[in-house]
T-cell receptor, first 112, second 114 residues
Framework: SQQGEEDPQALSIQEGENATMNCSYK?????LQWYRQNSGRGLVHLIL?????REKHSGRLRVTLDTSKKSSSLLITASRAADTASYFC????????????FGKGTKLTVNP | DAGVIQSPRHEVTEMGQEVTLRCKPI?????LFWYRQTMMRGLELLIY????????DSGMPEDRFSAKMPNASFSTLKIQPSEPRDSAVYFC????????????FGNGTRLTVT
């Protein structure tokens, strides 16, 4: 079952600009994770934010989580051409098997 | 650390043939996951193991699909018989603690069934 839904589906920006991607989900979660996928490769983990956290940083990445709105955002500052990839949010469902369910991703293109 | 290793990288087979995909997880990781990625359905969890034991196989589409993890360093996903609609990229991933720690993905096996 689809949990997280990313928005927008595609985003094209110029190098140096900031990129913001959003994720909305439906049920209660334990954690929310963001992954990046380059073409033809596997997913690479970026950040994990737990349900009791509101914001997390890693280098040029900033993730926020609003559990009241069931939404998260990923901000990439000062983007580079190498950031071109698809970005996925994945939600760890609370209770039950706590499966990690991935959205369909945002395809980011950073133009040099 | 070599990361999660999958083989083969590409597999082209004819409908009705048996297909076996292989995965070596990261040493020390207790959990192993098989995902399938298609344009239409995105990333779907097929099955996951914890300490070599299958925990949830509710995502396995049909009885034609089976997965095993005979030891902590090896897992297989088998499709028998294969059908064109099985064409997809199959990813294996491993983690330290089920879904509560980051998943480390292999580079996938691109399966084409003609």
């Amino acid at each position: 079952s689809q949990q997280g839904e990313e928005d927008p589906q595609a985003l094209s920006i110029q190098e140096g600009e900031n990129a913001t991607m959003n994720c909305s989900y439906k049920t209660s979660i334990n954690n929310l994770q963001w992954y990046r996928q380059n073409s033809g490769r596997g997913l690479v983990h970026l950040i994990l934010i737990r349900s009791n956290e509101r914001e997390k940083h890693s280098g040029r990445l900033r993730v926020t989580l609003d559990t009241s709105k069931k939404s998260s955002s990923l901000l990439i500052t000062a983007s580079r051409a190498a950031d071109t990839a698809s970005y996925f949010c994945a939600t760890g469902e609370q209770g039950g098997s706590e499966k990690l369910v991935f959205g369909k991703g945002t395809k980011l293109t950073v133009n040099p | 650390d070599a990361g999660v290793i999958q083989s083969p990288r590409h597999e082209v087979t004819e409908m009705g043939q048996e297909v076996t995909l292989r995965c070596k997880p990261i040493s020390g990781h207790n959990s192993l996951f098989w995902y399938r990625q298609t344009m239409m359905r995105g990333l779907e969890l097929l099955i996951y193991f914890n300490n070599n034991v299958p925990i949830d196989d509710s995502g396995m589409p049909e009885d034609r699909f089976s997965a095993k993890m005979p030891n902590a360093s090896f897992s297989t996903l088998k499709i028998q018989p294969s059908e064109p609609r099985d064409s997809a990229v199959y990813f294996c991933a491993s983690s330290l603690e089920r879904f509560r720690s980051p998943l480390h993905f292999g580079n996938g096996t691109r399966l084409t069934v003609t």
